[in-house]
Nanobody, 121 residues
Framework: QVRLVESGGGLVQPGGSLRLSCAASGTIFRLYDMGWYRQAPGKQLHLVANITSGDNTNYIDSVKGRFTISRDNAKNTGYLQMNSLKPEDTAVYYC???????????????WGQGTQVTVSS
């Protein structure tokens, strides 16, 4: 049984930093692309950043230069380092694993339970 557990969320002042972690179990982490998504109140879920099994990264424009996505396959864990946080970054953040092209079918698609990030003074 595949399980993803996010941690590291919380309340932080504008300009502060948080590091989110996504610990995976029950599967072979290195075979997946990993993404971080977020959903703000009243808004749709959308991708924030992703990292492929080959360590290629992508970010939405609003977090470029502030957020860094990374992974440690030996620890079956992915990360999202968030710096210079803004109130508009407030959301529930979700970790996603999806089978990486050429390694695992895309139907292997898993989500964590989410972690709340609140940026407020």
């Amino acid at each position: 049984q595949v399980r993803l557990v996010e941690s590291g969320g919380g309340l932080v002042q504008p300009g502060g930093s948080l590091r989110l972690s996504c610990a995976a179990s029950g599967t072979i982490f290195r075979l997946y692309d990993m993404g971080w998504y977020r959903q703000a109140p009243g808004k749709q879920l959308h991708l924030v950043a992703n990292i492929t099994s080959g360590d290629n990264t992508n970010y939405i424009d609003s977090v470029k230069g502030r957020f860094t996505i990374s992974r440690d396959n030996a620890k079956n864990t992915g990360y999202l380092q968030m710096n210079s946080l803004k109130p508009e970054d407030t959301a529930v953040y979700y970790c996603n694993l999806i089978g990486s092209s050429g390694r695992l079918p895309r139907r292997y698609n898993y989500w964590g339970q989410g972690t709340q990030v609140t940026v407020s003074s």
